[in-house]
């Protein structure tokens, strides 16, 4: 055997192998590498859309946040401007309502006055028709008549 022939033997089939990878075996692998980075860089694209997106999302909440503390607030105010027209209106309410009651009770007591006193003007003038039946029954004398009059004013 010869170490030339072996050589380019050898030589002829290196060129061989190489060829035949080039050929046949370096396109699928360098395919299936464009198509790896390009899944690489797609995914890279979709992760830094999606951050921006959940920064806008992120900005749209506290948008949203702010406008709901505002209304929120709003209403707060509201509902204690309504609380305190409430209270108003109870007040002024009740004063009425205790004026119409303090009328009442006024007239009411200025009617059992005037019966009480329609009750003493009734009694005296028994008492005084009494008084004048004793003092016409009765003898006419002055002590007689004080010592009359004076039992009438202790009954009275």
């Known amino acids: 055997m010869n170490i030339n022939a072996t050589l380019l033997g050898q030589t002829i089939t290196f060129f061989v192998f190489v060829w035949f990878c080039m050929k046949y075996v370096w396109p699928p692998i360098m395919q299936a590498l464009g198509e790896r980075k390009k899944q690489i860089a797609d995914g890279l694209a979709a ?7 959940l ?7 506290a948008g949203i946040l702010y406008e709901t503390k505002q209304k929120s607030s709003e209403i707060i105010a509201q509902a204690e401007k309504r609380a305190e027209e409430i209270i108003e209106e109870s007040k002024t309410n009740a004063k009425i309502e205790g004026e119409r009651l303090l009328a009442g009770a006024k007239a009411e007591i200025e009617q ?3 019966r009480a006193k329609e009750g ?3 009694q005296v003038a028994d008492l005084a028709l009494a008084g004048a039946e004793k003092i016409l029954r009765r003898e006419i004398d002055a002590k007689a008549h004080a010592e009359l009059l ?3 004013k202790n009954e009275l």
């Not at 992760?47 to 997106?53: F, S, T, V, Y």
């Not at 920064?55 to 909440?61: I, N, V, Y």
């Open 55 to 61: 920064e806008l999302a992120s900005k749209r909440g």
């Open 47 to 53: 992760g830094e859309r999606g951050k921006h997106e």
């Open 150 to 152: 004076a039992s009438i």
């Open 120 to 122: 003493l003007r009734q």
């Open 112 to 114: 059992e006055v005037n």
